[in-house]
């Protein structure tokens, strides 16, 4: 009982650093919408959530953990029924606390989606609820934190593993979109700058960015690497090759190269960390998937609160198997003998293979969408 006591009162501080950070954006944002700031906030909590299980996750922090006297001992023990044995410590560090830590977030941003539920205005009493109580929030959910990690071993891990694998796949076409909807923005403005003067250094930026984003995207790996890799480079070719025809730009002049470049170079990406993740070399995607979520808090959108708290709940699934490379407790599909090992990275590899050729489908089909939908409005 005495650990418990001590993880709550070395955990108290955390709502304090909150509440500051939360004075600290208003601060550098006075001209921002409360809502901006509010969606800034909770994506900070994502993002500190993302720090605290890339520590838990260190090798370093069991032995750390063991130094203190009395930690780890008669209080975080779990028995787990399919092993018939205690673990010391052993829930608190490694990919099964990433997990906990994830399905507390999820807990949390499901809950405030619930909430949230018919809110279209800040008038809505519910929506001081959303907006403010910081405090009382992270102590909620740091609530919940502790709380998970005396959820019993089992097949927590494995079902948990399974849930991050499908939101993952749902959260990379939301990617997708959002990187569509970005790059669309970013060439229609600096197309209409040419326009309007000094045509040639606009024009010299936009050939550079989209050269840069085509050149990027030759990279090198190892055997599986290449034969992923140079059929996304194949089918990215055939996309960019559609994008140019005469008839997709009569019926979409403003889409160019930019848009293609950097959605060939989304693609490589994603293909990139699938072998990657055979080597466990993956910090570049907890690096993207904090550009998204920044990008989705702060672009301006008519979508209601709900969607963007539900949209924290499915990051914070994704967050687990991010963090842990996409890695399970699994080998060939079936738990290993001591539930420990994350040894089969073949799932995570499917699921980044197929969402990439799944993204360029989409991506396919926003340009030859006005010419087969024709009596709807697209502009």
């Not at 050939?207 to 190892?222: D, N, P």
């Not at 702060?298 to 539900?310: A, E």
Request: proline letters at 3%.
């Amino acid at each position: 009982m005495g650990d418990v006591l001590g993880v709550f009162s070395l955990a108290s501080w955390v709502p304090c650093l909150c509440s500051s950070v939360s004075c600290l954006l208003c601060s550098c944002c006075p001209n921002s919408k409360n809502s901006t700031l509010t969606r800034l906030i909770y994506a900070f909590i994502l993002l500190l959530s993302a720090v605290v299980s890339y520590i838990m996750q260190r090798k370093e922090m069991e032995t750390y953990l063991k130094k203190i006297p009395g930690f780890c001992e008669g209080g975080f023990k779990i028995h787990e029924a399919d092993i018939n044995a205690d673990k010391d410590c052993d829930v608190l560090v490694g990919y099964k606390a990433v997990y906990r830590i994830s399905f507390a977030m999820a807990i949390f941003f499901f809950v405030f989606s619930l909430l949230m539920l018919k809110v279209k205005t800040s008038k809505d009493p519910r929506a001081a609820v959303h907006n403010g109580f910081s405090f009382f929030k992270i102590a909620a959910l740091i609530g919940i934190m502790v709380g998970s990690f005396y959820i019993p071993g089992g097949y927590f891990s494995s079902v948990w593993f399974v849930a991050g694998m499908i939101e993952a796949a749902l959260f990379i076409l939301i990617q997708l979109v959002l990187l569509v909807d970005f790059a669309h923005s970013w060439n229609e403005s600096w197309v209409n700058r040419m326009e309007e003067g000094n045509p040639r250094l606009w024009y010299a930026a936009l050939l550079s960015f989209t050269s840069a984003f085509y050149i990027r995207s030759i990279i090198y790996g190892c055997t599986e690497n290449k034969f992923f890799i140079s059929i996304n480079l194949i089918l990215c070719v055939v996309a960019s090759i559609i994008l140019i025809h005469p008839k997709i730009q009569e019926h979409q002049p403003r889409s160019g190269l930019l848009q293609s470049s950097l959605i060939t170079l989304y693609i490589i990406y994603l293909t990139w960390p699938s072998g990657s993740l055979l080597n466990s070399d993956n910090f570049i995607r907890l690096f993207v998937f904090v550009l998204c979520l920044l990008y989705s808090s702060i672009r301006t959108s008519t979508n209601s609160q709900v969607d963007k708290l539900t949209l924290s709940g499915s990051d914070s699934v994704i967050l687990g198997d991010t963090t842990t490379n996409g890695a399970s407790d699994e080998e060939d599909g079936h738990p290993d003998a001591k539930f420990q090992s994350m040894t089969s990275k073949w799932p995570a590899v499917w699921v980044k293979i197929s969402s990439s050729w799944v993204c360029l489908l989409l991506y396919v089909w926003t340009l030859v969408a006005p010419l087969v939908l024709t009596s709807r409005d697209f502009s």
